[in-house]
């Protein structure tokens, strides 16, 4: 094994802080990850990790080489973009998050798109509504909804969606349709726990002022599939872009309410770590992704 493939089986077993997951998502055998650690320490005359049974973490000297490597990768890929003829015809595996609803509405139907334009880029796609640790997870980027909040990603908005607030027509008929906020407020809800577990609220634009509402409900999901399954099954309200639920709106099933007051637009943006910006995978891969959102609201 190479300096440079020492460099990345070392900073792939600090991130997922085991050798056999390491092993597993490189494909190598089990003893050979440790073989090959246990020459990178030997030429280096370091200990770099920290083993116990349950879990590898770095030693501090493991921590300051982790950092030199990390560079160092990039540096090594970013100069081969630059300088092979391949750097129009990007390659290689690109690893990316995106939230399932979004994929399967705006992504997933034209990926066929990006695989005739970039044919030689090995897309792995996870999806899920989950908060994903980028460069632990070994993810080049990920599309989310809301206002990003990590500050060490570089961020690109996509896509402004539309939100309403809406129940099944089977609910409003045994409690009523509100007309009010505080009619609303008597209402019961399908609860939505975000990534945190947290409970996310209603919010209403009034006046141009959010106001945000907490409603009971006899059920808490963090699913966006379960979400609108039990707005459809009558559990109670909901809160969400309008494209999620279009068809079930057009059809009749479920009905909008308090429109004079919809949420602000949902921001949607392109997240990844700022060692990942120079990449020509994930340049064309983000600049694909905002094509496919351009349209949507």
Not at 37 to 51: K, Y
Not at 133 to 140: I, M, N, Q, S, Y
Not at 211 to 217: E, P, Q, T
Not at 264 to 285: D, E, I, K, N, T
Request: net charge neutral; hydrophobic share 40%.
């Amino acid at each position: 094994m190479d300096r440079l493939d020492a460099m990345h089986l070392f900073m792939r077993i600090v991130d997922l802080g085991s050798f056999t997951k390491a092993a597993d998502e490189l494909r190598l055998p089990r003893a050979s990850v440790s073989l090959a650690l246990q020459q990178l320490e030997l030429r280096l005359g370091v200990r770099l990790l920290n083993r116990t049974t349950r879990h590898v973490s770095p030693t501090l000297d493991g921590q300051a080489y982790y950092l030199r490597c990390q560079q160092i990768l990039q540096d090594v890929g970013d100069a081969e973009d630059l300088f092979r003829t391949s750097a129009l015809k990007p390659r290689g595996k690109l690893r990316v998050d995106l939230q399932g609803t979004q994929a399967l509405h705006f992504v997933l139907p034209r990926l066929g798109e990006f695989h005739a334009r970039y044919p030689d880029v090995e897309l792995e796609i996870g999806l899920g509504d989950r908060l994903v640790d980028l460069v632990r997870e070994g993810v080049d980027c990920v599309l989310r909804s809301g206002e990003p909040k990590d500050s060490s990603m570089v961020g690109r908005r996509v896509a402004l969606l539309a939100q309403v607030t809406c129940a099944s027509r089977d609910y409003l008929a045994r409690r009523g349709t509100p007309t009010t906020l505080d009619e609303f407020a008597t209402h019961d809800a399908v609860n939505y726990a975000g990534s945190s577990g947290r409970i996310l609220p209603f919010d209403f634009l009034v006046d141009g002022e959010k106001r945000s509402l907490m409603l009971g409900g006899p059920v808490t999901v963090s699913s966006a599939y379960a979400y609108a399954a039990c707005c459809s099954a009558g559990l109670g309200f909901i809160q969400v872009p309008r494209y999620h639920v279009q068809a079930q709106l057009d059809r009749g099933e479920l009905v909008e309410v308090l429109d004079d007051w919809r949420p602000a637009p949902m921001p949607v943006s392109v997240l990844y770590p700022h060692a990942r910006q120079l990449s020509s995978r994930v340049r064309v891969f983000v600049d694909w992704l905002a094509e496919c959102m351009a349209g949507a609201s």
